[in-house]
């Protein structure tokens, strides 16, 4: 029998679907670790202490030092694009629900899970073949601005409608210009996530950068509505709608 579980994670709905009950206490104990010890409007987690001041980053273990150094080599590789402290404050959530979702399917899957679906408040993971992912338009909430098909990948989408004007250009600290919505997919959801949101930030620069970017592809909706993807997400659209264009 099928079996979904949504729980409130992180600020955001996360839901797993799978064949059966596989490890889904375990999944989701995961998860609300990881939100207790990097939420930003945590004020005991262990991101807001550092953040203040009340530990040294050698105290915060090893799971925090691995994904602030993570999150330094995605500043890196993206120009400053990626910044987990983009307004001041220490906040690595354009990575960590990302990485979060991706222990969680190793989880799953060292549990004997083959084929299920981790979607987090609209990021998604997919095990097993033949998932149809929507990828919501990001200014008609009715809407879907494209419908993939995929197997054994993960897609992550960086808009204004989730939480408003939240990824500000490092660079100047204001909201990016010229671009609604940046949509990454490839083979881990960390990777894409931090990538949709330092594209997001590039502003209508984005569609160049994504191009470059190797196993990984990506749509673009400008602020106009134009469309833009790479070859490789084209030929994963199962069915992309008119409206991405009204």
Same mark, same amino acid.
């Given at each position: 029998?099928?079996?979904?579980?949504?729980?409130?994670?992180?600020?955001?709905?996360?839901?797993?679907?799978?064949?059966?009950?596989?490890?889904?206490?375990?999944?989701?104990?995961?998860?609300?670790?990881?939100?207790?010890?990097?939420?930003?409007?945590?004020?005991?987690?262990?991101?807001?202490?550092?953040?203040?001041?009340?530990?040294?980053?050698?105290?915060?273990?090893?799971?925090?030092?691995?994904?602030?150094?993570?999150?330094?080599?995605?500043?890196?590789?993206?120009?400053?694009?990626?910044?987990?402290?983009?307004?001041?404050?220490?906040?690595?959530?354009?990575?960590?629900?990302?990485?979060?979702?991706?222990?969680?399917?190793?989880?799953?899957?060292?549990?004997?899970?083959?084929?299920?679906?981790?979607?987090?408040?609209?990021?998604?993971?997919?095990?097993?073949?033949?998932?149809?992912?929507?990828?919501?338009?990001?200014?008609?909430?009715?809407?879907?601005?494209?419908?993939?098909?995929?197997?054994?990948?993960?897609?992550?989408?960086?808009?204004?409608?989730?939480?408003?004007?939240?990824?500000?250009?490092?660079?100047?600290?204001?909201?990016?210009?010229?671009?609604?919505? %940046?949509?990454? *997919?490839?083979?881990?959801? =960390?990777?894409? /996530? @931090?990538? #949709?949101?330092? !594209?997001? $930030?590039?502003?209508?620069?984005?569609?160049?950068?994504?191009?470059?970017?190797?196993?990984?592809?990506?749509?673009?909706?400008?602020?106009?509505?134009? %469309?833009?993807? *790479?070859?490789?997400?084209? =030929?994963?659209? /199962? @069915?992309? #709608?008119?409206? !991405?264009? $009204?």
């Amino acid at each position: 029998m099928a079996e979904r579980r949504i729980e409130h994670v992180m600020g955001m709905p996360v839901s797993i679907d799978m064949a059966d009950d596989v490890a889904l206490d375990r999944a989701f104990a995961w998860l609300r670790r990881v939100d207790r010890t990097f939420s930003p409007y945590r004020p005991a987690s262990t991101i807001s202490r550092l953040d203040r001041g009340e530990i040294a980053p050698r105290d915060a273990g090893p799971l925090v030092c691995g994904v602030l150094a993570r999150c330094e080599r995605l500043r890196e590789d993206t120009g400053g694009f990626f910044d987990a402290r983009a307004r001041g404050q220490l906040d690595p959530s354009g990575l960590v629900m990302g990485w979060a979702v991706d222990r969680a399917a190793a989880l799953l899957e060292r549990a004997g899970a083959r084929r299920f679906c981790i979607n987090a408040g609209g990021d998604v993971l997919v095990r097993g073949g033949g998932w149809r992912i929507g990828v919501r338009h990001p200014h008609r909430r009715d809407a879907l601005a494209a419908v993939l098909t995929l197997s054994d990948a993960a897609v992550a989408t960086s808009a204004t409608y989730e939480r408003g004007e939240h990824i500000a250009d490092p660079h100047t600290g204001r909201p990016p210009e010229g671009v609604r919505s %940046v949509t990454v *997919t490839g083979p881990d959801l =960390a990777s894409a /996530d @931090a990538y #949709a949101t330092a !594209a997001f $930030a590039m502003g209508a620069a984005g569609p160049e950068w994504t191009a470059r970017l190797r196993g990984y592809e990506a749509m673009t909706i400008l602020e106009d509505d134009e %469309v833009l993807f *790479t070859p490789g997400f084209q =030929a994963a659209i /199962d @069915a992309i #709608a008119s409206t !991405a264009r $009204a």
